[in-house]
């Protein structure tokens, strides 16, 4: 029986770069704004904290079933 392959890192990044940059994009336009007045790594810890489990628990469990069979070739 044949093991599945793992997926190509390089294909792996390249679908998580197409969610994170825009997500990013769109939460910094929202969010920045609204924390004017708040020192950078605020900022970022209030953007890491509302993306990574985004990414954990909704966008790498999609693309892993979505694109399984392109990650592997």
Known sequence: MEQPSHPKKWKFALLVWCFIYPMITLL???????????????????????????MAFFYIPFINKRFFNWLRK
């Open 28 to 54: 910094s336009s929202i969010l920045i704004p609204l924390m004017t007045g708040f020192p950078v790594p605020l900022r970022t810890l209030v953007l890491s904290l509302i993306l990574v489990p985004l």
